[in-house]
């Protein structure tokens, strides 16, 4: 379970199909971030073999595709609800985080 739904790129690419809906494919990425062209086009493939996702082709001039969350996608909203729930915590992550950096930092002798 854990190498489907939380590899590096899969919980955003599912999140964002689940909070808004249906997107095209340079939609998607504007909206995921730093992902580049290739590795959304390869998560993109593995979500819809897994069938988390839909992808549609329209035979129109030019061509279209739409990626969007299939019903076994949408099965895992209880788990985005409590990672999205979880989030509050991120910002005693970030403290933890500057604490221990503090702490690794080699002391300057006076």
Known sequence: MV???FSRWTTPILWVLHQY????FVEL???VGTITPKVLTERLRQL???????????????????YEISDLGRSLAPLF???AEWS????EVDRA???????QRPRRRA
């Open 21 to 24: 809906g249906p997107h095209r």
């Open 48 to 66: 819809e073999r897994d069938g988390l996702i839909a992808r549609t082709y329209f035979a129109e001039v030019p061509p279209r595709v739409v």
């Open 3 to 5: 190498e489907v739904v």
């Open 81 to 83: 609800a409590a990672l």
């Open 29 to 31: 990425q504007r909206r």
């Open 88 to 91: 509050v915590n991120l910002t």
């Open 97 to 103: 985080r500057e604490s221990y950096d503090a702490e």
